[in-house]
């Protein structure tokens, strides 16, 4: 936490935060709702600061966001129900065109590298529209490959100019909202992502019945093009030059010391304003609307190169390695059942066709709505009840709770999915539940004998 004089209590591990005010005697910034809240990061004093936006402002930027997620997740999911069709047609076989979309979602995580530092140096903004727009030529370009190397290329730059979607939207909530406020916003965001994946199949079994599998391509690339013109219209940029980056306490001053006070804001890394002031207080002149479609602003001044290196340093962290793991295990398993479901299902005994095939991907849609909307907006409210059981102090791991259930019935669900298909058992699989629960408890002999 820092203090007024600018310095930051070294013995507090970071991500532990201050949340709750229990005793009231903190003289920082509250929620104006729940008023023994902190807010944190503690916001600047300009109405030009991300946190400082109105609920209409934040909710518009959290729209132009959902757009991006949406058309740019159901880009890269949209052939799963019609991988079949297209191994007829194209003569790529079914193996290269799941080995490119496997490049395709390697690069989606490596391409995070290169252009979450540029956003964060030279802005969002132009990040989210040029990635939209590549991803709108990718798209065009995929119904034309032929060769294994052409599909392999296509889907390699579609991840890497797609990657904004796995990590950008989260900084652009954390700009713009508090760190109480941040797990409704992230699960919102969550649901987005997950979702536009779980549709895209749906919607395209549908297309290619009707118009052919080219147009399942051609359709996610028109979505990209109205998502372009909804973000260069609507979409602010969120990079904002603040100095506060945890608590600040702020040390009540007699009216007769107006310089003492213009110090003590000062030394507590609130901007000097850019405009004039009166009285002591602070006047900021709030964007036009045309200032805030600038694609180019004044950089932020981070040290590009070391954004870049940071992330492999990271990997020495325990902490660190399991979220990357258990996040990719979650990621591993939606992706395997996505990618077979095609094949499995428009095979005998099923021989569904891709529309039905599509079908299948509503239960997912549901479990991620749930999923997303339990660990969202609960997840906020027991990190609040746990910070209020610890004096106010909230720690990261507080969260994690939330996964039991994930990592329960995640493993189970996939084992179903895989015992099934290898059985030609019915889809509703009445009978494969007989052998999860042998396959269940034989584990749980193994593990508990052992």
Same mark, same amino acid.
Request: with cysteine; charged share 10%.
């Given at each position: 936490?820092?203090?007024?004089h600018?310095?930051?209590?070294?013995? !507090?591990v970071p991500?532990t935060?201050?949340?709750?005010?229990?005793?009231?005697n903190?003289?920082?910034?509250?929620?104006?709702?729940? #008023?023994?809240i902190?807010?944190v990061?503690?916001?600047?004093? *300009?109405?030009?600061d991300?946190?400082?936006?109105?609920?209409r402002?934040?909710?518009?930027?959290?729209?132009?966001?959902f757009?991006?997620?949406?058309? &740019?997740? =159901?880009?890269?999911?949209?052939?799963?129900s019609?991988?079949?069709?297209?191994?007829v047609d194209?003569?790529?076989?079914?193996? *290269?065109?799941?080995?490119?979309?496997?490049?395709?979602?390697?690069f989606?995580?490596?391409?995070?590298?290169?252009?979450q530092?540029?956003?964060?140096?030279?802005?969002?903004?132009p990040?989210?529209?040029?990635?939209?727009?590549?991803?709108?030529? =990718?798209q065009?370009w995929?119904?034309?490959?032929k060769?294994?190397?052409? $599909?392999?290329?296509? %889907?390699?730059?579609?991840?890497?100019?797609?990657?904004?979607?796995?990590s950008?939207?989260?900084?652009?909530?954390?700009?713009?909202y508090?760190?109480?406020?941040?797990?409704?916003?992230?699960?919102?965001?969550?649901?987005?992502l997950l979702?536009?994946?779980?549709?895209?199949?749906?919607?395209?079994?549908?297309?290619?019945?009707?118009?052919?599998?080219?147009?399942?391509?051609? $359709?996610?690339?028109?979505?990209?093009?109205?998502?372009?013109?909804?973000?260069?219209?609507?979409m602010?940029?969120?990079?904002?030059?603040?100095?506060?980056?945890?608590?600040?306490?702020?040390? @009540?001053?007699?009216? /007769?010391?107006? %310089?003492?006070?213009?110090?003590?804001? %000062?030394?507590?890394?609130?901007?000097?304003?850019?405009?004039?002031?009166?009285?002591t207080?602070?006047?900021?002149?709030?964007?036009s609307?045309?200032? #805030?479609?600038?694609?180019?602003?004044k950089?932020?001044p981070?040290?590009l190169?070391?954004?870049? %290196?940071?992330p492999?340093?990271?990997?020495?962290?325990? !902490?660190?390695?399991?979220?990357?793991f258990?996040?990719?295990?979650? &990621?591993?398993w @939606?992706l395997?059942?996505? @990618?077979?479901s095609?094949?499995?299902? /428009?095979?005998?005994?099923?021989?569904?066709?891709?529309?039905?095939?599509?079908?299948?991907s509503?239960?997912?849609?549901?479990?991620?709505?749930?999923?997303?909307?339990? /660990?969202?907006?609960?997840?906020?409210?027991?990190?609040?009840?746990? @910070?209020?059981?610890?004096?106010?102090?909230?720690?990261?791991?507080?969260?994690? $709770?939330?996964?039991?259930?994930?990592?329960?019935?995640?493993?189970?669900g996939?084992?179903? $999915?895989?015992v099934?298909?290898?059985? *030609?058992?019915?889809?509703?699989?009445?009978?494969?539940?007989?052998?999860v629960?042998?396959?269940?408890?034989?584990?749980?002999?193994? &593990?508990t004998?052992?």
């Amino acid at each position: 936490m820092a203090t007024i004089h600018g310095e930051v209590d070294t013995s !507090v591990v970071p991500g532990t935060t201050h949340l709750v005010d229990l005793d009231g005697n903190l003289n920082t910034n509250h929620d104006e709702r729940l #008023k023994d809240i902190v807010l944190v990061p503690t916001p600047s004093a *300009d109405p030009e600061d991300p946190l400082n936006w109105s609920s209409r402002r934040k909710s518009l930027h959290m729209f132009c966001i959902f757009i991006y997620c949406t058309f &740019v997740g =159901i880009a890269s999911a949209a052939i799963y129900s019609v991988l079949v069709p297209m191994t007829v047609d194209t003569g790529l076989s079914l193996a *290269d065109l799941n080995a490119g979309t496997g490049y395709m979602f390697l690069f989606f995580g490596w391409g995070c590298v290169i252009w979450q530092p540029l956003a964060l140096k030279y802005g969002k903004r132009p990040v989210y529209l040029f990635s939209m727009v590549a991803t709108l030529a =990718i798209q065009m370009w995929s119904p034309y490959c032929k060769t294994s190397g052409q $599909w392999f290329a296509n %889907k390699i730059l579609q991840g890497f100019f797609g990657s904004p979607i796995e990590s950008l939207c989260e900084i652009s909530v954390a700009d713009m909202y508090f760190a109480h406020e941040r797990g409704k916003y992230m699960g919102l965001y969550a649901l987005c992502l997950l979702g536009s994946n779980i549709l895209a199949p749906i919607f395209s079994g549908f297309i290619y019945d009707g118009m052919g599998w080219r147009w399942v391509l051609y $359709w996610p690339a028109i979505g990209c093009g109205f998502g372009f013109l909804v973000l260069f219209f609507l979409m602010e940029e969120t990079n904002f030059n603040r100095h506060t980056v945890g608590i600040v306490e702020f040390v @009540a001053s007699s009216s /007769s010391s107006a %310089k003492e006070s213009a110090d003590q804001e %000062k030394m507590a890394g609130i901007p000097e304003p850019s405009a004039t002031a009166i009285n002591t207080h602070n006047v900021y002149h709030e964007k036009s609307y045309w200032q #805030k479609l600038s694609l180019l602003g004044k950089p932020q001044p981070n040290n590009l190169f070391t954004m870049i %290196k940071r992330p492999f340093t990271f990997v020495s962290l325990p !902490v660190i390695v399991y979220c990357g793991f258990s996040y990719g295990c979650t &990621v591993m398993w @939606a992706l395997l059942s996505s @990618a077979t479901s095609s094949l499995i299902l /428009s095979s005998p005994p099923y021989n569904f066709k891709a529309s039905i095939v599509g079908l299948f991907s509503v239960a997912s849609l549901l479990g991620c709505l749930a999923g997303s909307m339990f /660990s969202g907006f609960v997840g906020n409210w027991l990190v609040l009840k746990l @910070a209020r059981q610890n004096n106010g102090i909230v720690e990261t791991e507080n969260r994690l $709770w939330l996964f039991l259930f994930a990592a329960i019935a995640y493993p189970f669900g996939f084992i179903l $999915w895989g015992v099934g298909a290898a059985h *030609d058992i019915h889809y509703l699989g009445g009978e494969a539940m007989i052998t999860v629960i042998v396959i269940r408890n034989t584990m749980g002999f193994a &593990v508990t004998y052992a």
